[in-house]
């Protein structure tokens, strides 16, 4: 059946919106847009319903869009996700205390998480889902081992940019040191530990893996002043986790 005038001009009416919409930036608008205009008449929804399609769809789009952008500026180690994660009394962490910490309260509240255990328990794994989980509820993360945290240390020192080193970590709400305790502590390294877990405190949230368990560490900071410092910001604003087994089939 040919296209009437009336329906050439309404498609063409349409096609205009929808470009307009684009070219504003409104994506996730002129997506829902164009899926209701091609429902039959007796199918579509109201002016108000529409509108309200509409803006949930930009609002969708907008955080999706957000999302990727800070996945991607936090460098995760691994492609991480809470719904993975194997919860179980052997394992010491239940699925309540996931759900509870996967709703990035602690982050939000600028609370410190520290997850202890032995290779292979998945601290990696869980440190990299909860930063990915805060990237998907708006928060800025970035994820650092700590040789490259080390190395940045040490570059930041010699090129005199430390102090914007140390303030551009803190524009994020999460910073993750991953790997903490395997090689030797140097005095910047400890010092800007320090530094960094002295200006979150009570501010902005840090997650910590580590091999060595929390009594381990004052011995392994060797400086007994900064390892005190240390340790009394960890100790007093920390949720403490201590897996136990092992996690299936995730790199850890």
């Known amino acids: 059946m040919p296209v009437s005038w009336a329906g050439r001009r309404a498609a063409m009416n349409n096609s205009i919106t929808t470009g307009i919409l684009r070219e504003l930036g409104n994506h996730g608008m002129a997506d829902e847009f164009s899926n209701i205009i091609v429902l039959p008449i007796q199918r ?11 803006a949930e769809a930009e609002q969708l789009h907008r955080k999706k869009v957000k999302a990727e952008k800070l996945l991607k500026a936090a460098k995760l180690r691994m492609k991480a996700f809470i719904e993975d994660v194997e919860c179980s009394i052997a394992r010491n ?47 800025r993360a970035v994820y650092l081992n700590m040789n490259s945290f080390v190395d940045e240390i040490a570059q930041a020192r010699l090129d005199g940019t430390y102090r914007k080193l ?25 010092l800007a530990l320090f530094q960094l877990l002295e200006e979150r405190y009570g501010e902005k949230s840090v997650i910590i893996a580590s091999q060595l368990p929390l009594d381990k560490w004052y011995s392994y900071l060797t400086d007994s002043t900064t ?9 007093n604003n920390s949720t403490i986790i201590n897996l136990t087994g092992y996690e299936h089939n995730m790199l850890m």
């Open 166 to 190: 140390i303030a551009k970590l803190n524009r994020n709400d999460l910073v993750v040191l991953d790997d903490f305790g395997l090689q030797p502590m140097n005095p910047d390294t400890r």
């Open 44 to 54: 579509r929804p109201s002016l108000e319903a529409a509108v309200a399609k509409m």
């Open 93 to 139: 962490l239940t699925e309540a205390e996931l759900t509870e910490l996967a709703d990035c309260g602690f982050i939000i509240r600028g609370e410190f998480l520290v997850i202890t255990g032995k290779t292979g328990c998945g601290k990696s794994y869980l440190a990299n889902a909860l930063a990915r989980q805060a990237c998907l509820n708006g928060l």
């Open 227 to 235: 390892a005190d410092a240390i340790m009394d910001r960890v100790v």
